[in-house]
Structure formats: structure tokens, C-alpha cells
């Protein structure tokens, strides 16, 4: 069966601060990987897409994340955080079928 | 504009009250599915459909039923509401499933079952 694991369950940092999000997932076939985020009251978007190619990739807002096939991870980041980015982030794998994270709620101070 | 629309954004009902919440998209998207949003859950499928007339159960059907009569519309019903099925609701579409086919969220739709 397929699942996907989010280590933190709410990050708490300062604006300028470096966020990473770690996402493992379980499955052993081709893998498609997403990270969404959630503004407060807004519905899901995406931020960046994982299927074929470099393993880094880059998104909107400054984001990238990098597709480690032999850890079966995709963890997000940024170097350099601002306030705007307060927000939930969901990770998700779609192989057979597209499942998500229990997400990651992030705060940024200012 | 290419969305996804929901309606109710809001609703609160009562125990066994039928209740069905709408969901619209106007890009021609052939799969469609619904979410519930729970803390410390995710987001978890309830149905899909891979195109009209077609569909099928996700992770939590029990207690919804939905319809596809029209490529734009997939409704998500629930006919005896029960309090456990209190959560915030999102419908999704995309041009198929699988792949690296991003998923376009509706809005929202924030359900309270007393």
C-alpha cells in the first residue's frame, strides 16, 4: 500500500529563517510527487511537481525540492522565509493512486 | 477563468438532514474527486470519477454518494448526515488521474453536523 509521511507536524520559525520539510513516501513503482500549500481560508494550490528529470526542482515563491529515489523522499525548502509564506503544505504521491501527507503547518514570525 | 466552484462555502445542519454540497469546474477536466480535510489527517479521498457515469470509491466513502451526469459536475451527497462527517470538504478536478496531472482545488466547503 501506498502512504506518505510528513515528519513535522507544525514548524514555527522567524522571517529570513531556512524552512525544510521532510516528505517520505511508501512505494516502490514510478512515482509522480507534488508539494500543494494552503494559505489561510484559500483553497489548495500547487507549488512545484516531481516526475521525470533532475530531481531538483523548483517551484513558485522561491521553493524547491529535491527527489531522492533511494530515500524515498521529496523533502521541500527555502532558503530565506518571509511571513507571506505562514501557511499549510502538503505533500503528495501519485502512483496508482494520489494520496497526500498530513501536512505540515508553518508560521512564520515576523 | 479556469476554477473550481463550491457551493456551500459554509453549512451547518443537523443530524439525518440530507444535505448535498455542489462542485463545478469549467475546464473540461475528465477526473474529478472529493477530500475531506481533517487535523492531523490530510487530506483523504472519498470518490473520484474518471469521466461521466464513472465512479468510484476512495479512502472513506462510507456515508457520501456522488453522481457524474455531466462532464462539469460531480455532487457530493450526503443522505443522512451524521457528526463524525463534521470536516472541511474540497473538490478537485484534472485532466486524468495518475500521472504528473496537477489537481485544481475548489474553494472549499466547511461542514458542521450537530
Redesign the interface.
Known amino acids: 500500500a501506498q502512504s ?1 509521511s ?1 515528519h513535522n ?1 507544525h514548524v514555527i520559525l522567524s522571517e529570513a529563517a531556512s524552512l525544510e520539510l521532510g516528505c517520505n513516501y511508501s512505494y516502490g513503482g514510478t512515482v ?1 510527487l ?1 508539494w ?1 500549500v494552503q494559505y489561510p481560508g ?5 507549488l512545484l ?1 516531481y ?1 521525470s528529470g533532475d530531481p531538483l526542482v523548483k517551484g513558485i515563491k522561491g521553493f524547491e525540492a529535491e527527489f531522492i529515489k533511494s530515500k524515498f523522499s521529496f523533502n521541500l525548502r527555502k532558503p530565506s522565509v518571509q511571513w507571506s509564506d505562514t501557511a499549510e503544505y ?1 505533500c ?1 504521491v ?5 494520496s ?4 505540515t503547518t508553518v508560521t512564520v514570525r515576523a | 477563468e479556469a476554477q473550481v466552484t463550491q457551493n456551500p462555502r459554509y453549512l451547518i445542519t443537523v443530524t439525518g438532514k440530507k444535505l448535498t454540497v455542489t462542485c463545478s469546474q469549467n475546464m473540461n477536466h475528465e477526473y474529478m474527486s472529493w477530500y475531506r480535510q481533517d487535523p492531523g489527517l490530510g487530506l483523504r479521498q472519498i470518490y473520484y470519477s474518471m469521466n461521466v457515469e464513472v465512479t468510484d470509491k476512495g479512502d472513506v466513502p462510507e456515508g457520501y454518494k456522488v453522481s457524474r451526469k455531466e462532464k462539469r459536475n460531480f455532487p457530493l451527497i450526503l443522505e443522512s448526515p451524521s457528526p463524525n462527517q463534521t470536516s472541511l470538504y474540497f473538490c478537485a478536478s484534472s485532466l486524468g488521474q495518475g500521472g504528473s496531472y496537477e489537481q485544481y482545488f475548489g474553494p472549499g466547503t466547511r461542514l458542521t453536523v450537530t
Open positions: 506518505v510528513q507536524h509522480n507534488f500543494y484559500q483553497h489548495l494550490q500547487l511537481k516526475f502538503f503528495a501519485n502512483s496508482y493512486k494520489l497526500f501527507g498530513a501536512g
